[in-house]
């Protein structure tokens, strides 16, 4: 998974589902729901979490392991350049 470079906030899965969500923001809440953005939203032209009804937020289980290996990668870069900054 990639940010996308067709200058709208939105990721290219290996896939090639393109996803959006607002200022490249994805949260995980304790339900486990993906959700983007200031306004909740992480669609794309194939699926919406708005619209589904399985858990699955219309991911493949591909999808889901991958955003999942992508959001790892950052909150891992996130903790390693606090322990570069500790004192």
């Not at 709208?8 to 486990?32: K, Q, V, W």
Request: proline letters at 1%; aromatic letters at 12%.
């Amino acid at each position: 998974m990639k940010i996308s470079e067709d200058g709208r906030d939105s990721f290219e899965f290996s896939t090639g589902t393109r996803a959006y969500a607002n200022c490249h923001i994805i949260g995980l809440g304790p339900d486990m729901e993906v959700s983007g953005g200031y306004d909740q939203g992480f669609e794309s032209d194939k699926w919406d979490i708005y619209s589904d009804a399985d858990g699955s937020q219309g991911f493949t289980v591909a999808e889901r392991i991958e955003l999942a290996d992508y959001m790892i990668e950052q909150w891992t870069k996130y903790k390693n350049k606090a322990e570069e900054s500790k004192v």
